[in-house]
């Protein structure tokens, strides 16, 4: 279904609506579409990209901070949740915004990012098991599905802890 430029841009205020049906449509539930809604309201910084393929939106990443256990100084970000309407699935939208996601932390200047996310996606862009540091999710997760990516790195050498997500996630 590739046609047209994929661009990745900053989301804008008319965007929400395509959003909101980005992430309907890769889930089974609307629960990301109305936890993305929340945190562009109540988190901050976020950082909310879209996919634009010749004017219509069809993916979406946002990432919004977290914190480590008793690290509150540490700038650490948590990439939740990723969508891309299905039939654009397995086309490298994915993979473009989760890289513009990771490039727009560091310009943010986040020191990490924690993802919850598939085991064989993640470590293509530097993603290991957050355990490796002594580092947990406040969830019960499986290890390898709890990764983290230091953009700083050693910046989580000797500082373990438990993530925890903004108190929006606790609904959903």
């Known amino acids: 279904m590739r046609?047209?430029?994929?661009?990745?841009?900053l989301e804008q205020p008319p965007d929400i609506?395509?959003?909101r049906d980005v992430n309907r449509s890769a889930f089974p539930t609307s629960a990301e579409a109305d936890l993305v809604d929340v945190l562009r309201?109540?988190?901050?910084?976020?950082?909310?990209?879209?996919a634009d393929i010749d004017?219509?939106?069809v993916?979406?990443?946002?990432?919004?901070p977290v914190t480590l256990g008793t690290w509150p100084d540490l700038k650490v970000?948590?990439?939740a949740p990723m969508a891309v309407r299905p039939p654009w699935q397995r086309q490298g939208i994915g993979s473009a915004l989760a890289a513009a996601g990771i490039e727009s932390c560091r310009q943010?200047?986040?020191?990490?990012?924690?993802?919850?996310?598939?085991?064989?996606?993640?470590?293509?862009?530097?993603f290991v098991?957050?355990?490796?540091?002594g580092i947990g999710c406040e969830y019960d997760v499986a290890d390898e599905h709890f990764m983290v990516l230091e953009l700083d790195p050693g910046i989580l050498s000797g500082r373990p802890g438990t993530i925890r997500y903004h108190p929006a996630f606790a609904g959903f």
Do not use: C, K, N, Q
């Not at 309201?41 to 879209?50: C, D």
């Not at 098991?129 to 540091?133: D, G, I, Q």
């Open 108 to 126: 943010l200047g986040s020191e990490a990012i924690v993802v919850l996310g598939h085991a064989r996606f993640y470590p293509r862009f530097g």
């Open 55 to 57: 004017e219509s939106i």
């Open 59 to 64: 993916g979406h990443i946002l990432l919004s």
């Open 3 to 9: 046609a047209g430029h994929l661009t990745i841009r």
């Open 129 to 133: 098991p957050a355990s490796r540091f």
């Open 17 to 19: 609506p395509s959003v």
């Open 77 to 79: 970000m948590g990439l």
């Open 41 to 50: 309201t109540a988190a901050a910084p976020i950082i909310s990209l879209v």
